[in-house]
Each structure stands twice: as C-alpha cells, then as structure tokens.
C-alpha cells in the first residue's frame, strides 16, 4: 500500500488499452461502448486526432499521420473520461485524483464494458501514467532538496541551467514492461517566484501481447504498484511534505 | 553537488519540433499544433532548450491535459494570451473546442496578418455564461474590418456547430500591446 497525500501533484492520470489488430473493430463499436458506459459516463463528445506512425525503413525514418476519430465520455462533473478510438480504450482522471480506490474500479467497468462489447484478442499496449505537476514557491531551486530523480552534470558544467529534460525507461518484469519517467521544469505565467516541473510517469507494456487479456486488470494493479514506487523514488521529504501525507 | 534550475520566463518558442529537425512544417499539415515523437527530438542535433518543454508535452494525445498544454503552448506563439488559468480551465470544460482554436487563430491570422491576436475568457455578468474571445487588434481600423471579421469567422463557424464551447472572433478596436506588439 503507497502513501496517501492531502494534496497530490497528479493533474491527470492515464491508463490505456490499445487492442491488437486482430481484435474485430467497426464503427458501430464506440456507440455500442457508450449504451455500457453512459450512467457513469454520460457527457458524450467527439475529436479528430491525428498520430504519427514512425517506421525505420532502408531510406530512413518514414512517418505517416494518420487521422482518426475518438469518442470523449466524460462524468457529469467532467472529472473523468473515458476515451474510444480504434482499437483504443482510454480512461482519464483529472484533478483532483479521486486516488486509487476511485479511478481503479471506472478502469475495470470501462474493460469489462469493453469486453462484453467486442471480442478482445490481443493486447498491443496497456500503459497506467501519471503526470504530477510539482509547483515550488522559489526562483533558483536546488533539485536535491526536492527530487532524487534529477540530471547530473559534472563540476566543469555552469551549475544553473536554463533547462532540462530528465528522460530514463526503467524495465520491470523481465523486460516485459518499461516505466518511462520524464521530468523537466515548466514556465509558469503569471506567478514570479515560483517554479514548476512536470514528473510524467507512465508505466507501460513494452511488449506487445505480453499480457493475456484475462490478466489485463491484474497488470494494471501491478502497474500502480510500480508507479506509487518510482514515483516516491524520484522525490524527497521536502516534497512529501508539501503533499501532505495523510497517515 | 547541486543543480539548480532558475525561475523561467514564459517561453517564446523560436522553432517548432519539425523545424527542430529540419522537416518543414507545412510538408506535414500546416499550422496545426504539433504531433511529433520522441524519437523525432532525439534524432534531431538541433534542439534548444526552450523547446524541452515541447519535448515534454508532445507524448500521447490519451492525456487531455498534455493535449491542452500543447495547444496552449501553439496558441502562445501566435496569440496574446490574457488569462492562461481560465483558458486552460474552459478549454478542460468545453474539450471540444482543442480541434477548433487553431482554425479560428489561422483563420484570423489569414484575414489580419497586420494584427496582434489577445485571447481571453469572457465571462458575462448577467449569466452564469462564458466562452473563449479572440480579439483582434489593429494598429489602424478601417471600414474592412467587420467584413475581414466576418470572412474569417466563417471559416471556423461550422466548426462549432453542436459544440457546448464557443470561440467568438471579434475586436475590441483598441492598440495592440504589450512586448509581442507587433
């Protein structure tokens, strides 16, 4: 069990479940998913989103963006969201995060109404991320003093930095699943004296059909129990004293 | 040893993640907010360090909030944005409207290339109502403006149709201001 804070960083946490091609996917499928999901759901509306799809190829990279429409479900207090695409079932809880015990079961009813819509063959990807906005009442912060998750430079280095990006994928489960942490300052308009980063955690599964579909659900619990550790990992007290840890 | 990161300013971006990598912008779709991955900044030897926090905000358009940050991010390079928060909030409320403001913010651009863009919240004060405005200032008004208004309003209007959100283009006839004034 991780700990529990007053005020967590999370803007938004993401888990994704991107379905195999072999998984059956026609147009009638988002409406279906709506009649299962619209009680917790019922604020339905549309977007265009566009992806790029990279491929290595002889003559180098090649991308390709590819359209598509996606079905946006959102609470009656817009709070959470669930999302539909091809082959793609997203739920979303902004903030204030409803903490585990509230977004895990909208994960399961939106799986399970997804399971009970189409016949799900295969899992591409399931991901479970987290991104945390850390804002600090200072100019000129020390990232030691709040972050364990930080870029070293050496002595020969200006110590202050104009920006940075902290990228590292760590891997979990034999190289079945990689946590990609990300944490970079951001500006913040109208408010001198502050500084704020994003700490973007996303847990995935690296391996396309690495997890049985019967096994989904367990995955995504095993994946929250990789974030809460990575993300208590990349801070110090400092800052879980700014959360308010609730004991 | 300690690293320290100094307070930044709001970031001016200079260049895009396609310019970043040399691939002109238009060669993928013209003035809409960017859609690159990671794999594109890594490849690129051109990257400065304003534009980490596109790197940032480019991953995975599952996150609503990543997607508004990249629009915002988009929209502040070409508009004056009055309130970011409530902006940001509105566009959290009315989601839909993401696929609309870069066509209202190019539609404008076409029709007022002289203009300095401010974008705000309006909040009515009779009613519990608010939308997005776009103004448009000019240094000289003259009597094509509500015409050139009207042009680039239809280019978007349909756009809004059984939509819950609004984006209103208009003008305010005042100067343009501030450090972006044109």
């Known amino acids: 069990m991780g700990r529990k804070y007053a005020n967590p960083p999370i803007i938004e946490a993401v888990c994704e479940f991107r379905l195999t091609s072999e998984t059956q996917w026609d147009l009638t499928v988002p409406g279906l998913l709506y009649e299962r999901l619209k009680e917790t759901f019922p604020q339905k509306e549309q977007r265009m989103v566009q992806e790029v799809e990279l491929t290595q190829g002889p003559e180098g990279l090649q991308q390709q963006i590819r359209t598509s429409e996606r079905l946006l479900f959102f609470t009656e207090d817009r709070k959470m969201l669930a999302q539909v695409g091809p082959r793609l079932l997203v739920v979303n809880a902004l903030k204030p995060y409803p903490h585990w015990e509230g977004f895990k079961p909208r994960i399961e009813m939106a799986w399970k109404s997804l399971q009970e819509t189409i016949e799900v063959r295969g899992l591409e990807r399931i991901g479970l991320r987290y991104i945390n906005r850390i804002e600090l009442p200072a100019q000129g912060v020390e990232l030691g003093d709040y972050f364990e998750f930080y870029p070293f430079v050496g002595k020969r280095f200006p110590q202050q930095m104009v920006s940075f990006l902290a990228y590292v994928e760590f891997s979990y489960a034999d190289g079945r699943d990689r946590c990609r942490v990300q944490l970079a300052p951001i500006p913040i308009s109208g408010a001198e004296g502050k500084t704020a980063f994003i700490l973007d955690l996303d847990y995935f599964l690296a391996r396309p059909r690495g997890v049985a579909v019967a096994d989904a659900l367990a995955w995504v619990e095993e994946a929250h129990s990789r974030v809460e550790e990575v993300f208590e990992g990349c801070i110090t007290d400092n800052l879980r004293n700014m959360f308010e840890e609730v004991l | ?182």
């Open chain 2, 1 to 182: 040893m300690v690293t320290t990161v100094p307070y930044l300013h709001r970031p001016q971006l200079k260049t895009s993640m396609m310019e970043l990598q040399g691939t002109k912008a238009e060669d993928v779709k013209p003035e809409s907010p960017n859609i690159l991955t990671f794999c594109d900044f890594l490849q690129s030897s051109r990257q400065s360090s304003v534009e980490i926090v596109s790197l940032l905000l480019q991953r995975g358009s599952e996150s609503v909030v990543i997607d508004i940050e990249r629009l915002m991010e988009w929209i502040a390079r070409r508009v004056r944005l009055e309130n970011p928060h409530s902006i940001r909030e509105y566009l959290l409320r009315f989601t839909e409207l993401l696929d609309v403001i870069p066509q209202a913010v190019d539609a404008a651009k076409k029709h007022f290339p002289e203009a300095q863009l401010v974008m705000d919240v309006y909040q009515d004060p009779e009613i519990a109502d608010c939308y997005l405005v776009l103004f448009i200032r000019l240094k000289h008004y003259d009597d094509s403006v509500i015409e050139r208004l009207e042009k680039a309003e239809a280019e978007f209007l349909d756009q809004l149709v059984n939509k819950e959100g609004w984006i209103q283009l208009t003008t305010d006839f005042r100067e343009p201001e501030g450090e972006d004034v044109l």
